[in-house]
């Protein structure tokens, strides 16, 4: 499952992804793309970003689990047809451990934020 469309913008540690909701996603319930899905793609906006920066050898993002949520706050549920926007600032990265900040936004509005501490697989 992909939850990210396209990486919109690379900076320094952060990374802006865009992500359209189509109604056949598995997170669609009742028209809203729901609360798994938003950490989901918070999730797959960090690790797009990794395998998007210099140096990454263009090669796939590494897979991985998400290993801790702290602070998780939701807004607002995007709708089926809506494009969110997630930006990630990488907070720590120790190991095969990296500790994110996320935020969703609909439009210009923050819709969800959390932190996650996300663990590759080499």
Same mark, same amino acid.
């Given at each position: 499952? @992909?939850?990210?469309?396209? $990486?919109?913008?690379?900076?320094?540690?952060?990374? @802006?992804?865009?992500? #359209?909701?189509?109604?056949?996603?598995?997170? $669609?319930?009742?028209? /809203? /793309?729901?609360?798994?899905?938003?950490? &989901?793609?918070?999730?797959?906006? +960090? !690790? !797009?970003? !990794?395998? +998007?920066?210099?140096?990454?050898?263009?090669?796939?993002? !590494?897979?991985?689990?998400?290993?801790?949520?702290?602070?998780?706050?939701?807004?607002?549920?995007?709708?089926?047809?809506?494009?969110?926007?997630? #930006?990630?600032?990488?907070? #720590? &990265?120790? /190991?095969? +451990?990296?500790? $994110?900040?996320?935020? $969703? /936004?609909?439009?210009?509005?923050?819709?969800?934020?959390? &932190?996650?501490?996300?663990?590759?697989?080499?």
């Amino acid at each position: 499952m @992909v939850m990210v469309d396209r $990486v919109v913008e690379l900076m320094g540690s952060g990374t @802006v992804a865009a992500f #359209h909701i189509r109604e056949n996603n598995v997170f $669609v319930e009742n028209g /809203f /793309f729901r609360e798994p899905g938003l950490i &989901e793609n918070m999730a797959q906006t +960090a !690790a !797009a970003g !990794a395998g +998007a920066r210099p140096g990454a050898e263009n090669k796939p993002p !590494a897979p991985g689990y998400i290993g801790g949520i702290r602070n998780l706050k939701i807004f607002e549920l995007p709708r089926t047809g809506d494009e969110i926007f997630t #930006h990630i600032t990488v907070l #720590h &990265e120790i /190991f095969d +451990a990296t500790v $994110v900040s996320g935020q $969703v /936004f609909l439009k210009d509005k923050l819709i969800a934020e959390c &932190e996650l501490k996300i663990f590759l697989i080499k």
